[in-house]
């Protein structure tokens, strides 16, 4: 086994997870990986076995059906994941996050009525922030839920939900006070059909969203005209905590695409390693030339970093304290090493790596979006620079 990206002090169990993950990903997704993703195909027969391996209860707490493991327990496993295709791991994030949520700050109602199925994937899960005219300024979002008897009326538009089609609960945050800023600002479980059009009456997914990379997860838009939800289906049950119920789910999934950066990353060396082996130029194999040699180096440090950076930032949010400074550090630094890894790995692989028989071809087009997701390099870079101005530094 590799030496890169080991981690010390796991329980017998959390190995036997991780290694029960590592040979999924081995015999069920890379050797179909990148066949399903040139052709933009939803992965069902992996979802299926990610369902029998627990996978959508892996954080859930045993009280409700769930495995009930850690956090790095958890981004663990989506390290593994995306070692065999990205995707996949999106497909459990946003369903984690908003189990999360729920788990946190959600009623004993929404705890009970939901989580016991969102165990089994029964009840699957995306999460709604973004809107096509606010990017990372969260506050500038326009959908309007407004109060009417017992319910409220939702109009707007949403953008960018992975697992928009499949997912049969969104958590959607919008304004149910435009005048009070982040506290007017609520989160709703917003129930639907899985699908396309009109999943429920007034509430359309309009169809796909085409991507250069990242495809087979399906991501949408959502579309509220005059959708009628119940107050009863405000997370936590009262307006106004919205922001904050985002952000804590946010920050959980930073820690996400973190691991899914390292994941990425570990797959691109992989890659590049075993080629550099295998290429022979003037007479002997690529790795031995001094300047492939410096670049495998390379990679294997960024590899090395990125993986305990984003277990630090794991076991913080474990322990209970604030992980803000700590999961924006390790977003930043797992998606920046993450796109430098294949790039140096497509740059090894030379003319090949520009086709598609390639599998590194594949991974060129998905990184990117790990330097966008859960908040821009920018963004993080704010964050950092705030806390360490706050006196975490």
């Not at 495809?215 to 905590?241: H, M, N, S, W």
């Amino acid at each position: 086994m590799s030496r890169l990206q080991q981690t010390h002090g796991l329980s017998d169990e959390q190995r036997e997870i991780v290694a029960t993950v590592r040979a999924f990903v081995d015999r069920e997704i890379l050797p179909v990986a990148t066949a399903l993703e040139h052709a933009d195909e939803y992965p069902q027969a992996i979802v299926d076995g990610m369902k029998d391996l627990g996978l959508f209860g892996l954080m859930i707490g045993e009280e409700h059906g769930g495995l009930g493991a850690s956090l790095l327990t958890y981004a663990l496993v989506v390290e593994e994941l995306s070692r065999g295709w990205m995707s996949v791991s999106g497909i459990v994030n946003t369903h984690f996050i908003v189990a999360w949520m729920i788990a946190h700050h959600g009623t004993a109602e929404q705890r009970a009525h939901y989580l016991p199925r969102m165990a089994t994937g029964e009840v699957r899960g995306a999460f709604s922030m973004s809107e096509p005219g606010c990017g990372s300024d969260v506050s500038a979002i326009t959908t309007r839920a407004v109060p009417d008897g017992a319910d409220y009326v939702i109009d707007g538009q949403k953008m960018r939900l992975t697992n928009g089609g499949s997912a049969n609960l969104v958590a959607t945050l919008v304004k149910t006070d435009p005048s009070a800023g982040h506290r007017g600002m609520t989160t709703f479980l917003i129930d639907k059909t899985p699908g396309f059009g009109e999943v429920a009456p007034g509430l359309t997914v309009p169809g796909k969203i085409d991507k250069m990379g990242y495809k087979g997860v399906d991501t949408t838009e959502l579309l509220f005209d005059g959708y009628r939800v119940p107050a009863a289906q405000i997370l936590g049950g009262a307006p106004g905590r919205g922001f904050y119920q985002m952000m804590d789910g946010v920050e959980v999934g930073r820690v996400n695409v973190a691991a899914r950066g390292c994941g990425v990353a570990k797959r691109a060396y992989e890659l590049a390693l075993d080629y550099a082996r295998r290429r022979e130029t003037f007479g002997r194999p690529i790795a031995e030339h001094q300047a492939v040699l410096f670049r495998l180096a390379e990679m294997a440090t960024k590899v090395e970093a990125a993986h305990q950076m984003m277990v630090m930032a794991a076991r913080r949010k474990d322990s209970g304290e604030r992980n803000d400074l700590e999961a924006g550090m390790a977003k930043y630094l797992a998606s920046e090493y993450c796109k430098e890894v294949v790039e140096d790995a497509f740059r090894i692989h030379g003319g090949y790596a520009y086709s598609k028989e390639f599998e590194i071809e594949r991974l060129y087009r998905e990184a990117p979006m790990l330097l966008i997701g859960e908040g821009t390099a920018d963004i993080q870079k704010m964050i950092i620079g705030r806390r360490l101005l706050d006196g975490a530094g």
